[in-house]
């Protein structure tokens, strides 16, 4: 199963950060979803991709958990040379990690 069987994602960034909400479809499995989904588990999801550190916020009344990544978007869309220089796909790419059923 992968995460994005259970929950869906938006993301943002500002300069050299990106920002991906994680939002489970089931308020039912906001528990399993935020025991799983780390910010050491993101961090390393995202390999080099993120130089800096990855902070984790849960809105358990929303159903949602926010990921801040610093060092995320090569510099920033003004410095990247990145096909994605906002940072829009790494939501997606996150809903791609196995989830353990």
């Excluded at 390999?47 to 920033?76: E, I, K, T």
Aim: charged letters at 20%; zero cysteines; aromatic letters at 6%.
């Amino acid at each position: 199963m992968k995460l994005r069987d259970l929950a869906h994602a938006r993301a943002g960034d500002k300069g050299d950060i990106s920002n991906i909400a994680v939002i489970v479809h089931d308020p039912a499995d906001f528990d399993r979803v935020a025991a799983f989904l780390t910010a050491e588990r993101v961090k390393a999801h995202f390999g080099p991709m993120v130089s800096g550190l990855v902070q984790r916020y849960a809105l358990p009344h929303l159903g949602a958990l926010n990921f801040v990544m610093h060092g995320a978007l090569g510099g920033g869309v003004t410095r990247s040379l990145s096909l994605d220089a906002h940072g829009k796909s790494l939501s997606s790419s996150l809903l791609e990690l196995e989830f353990p059923t």
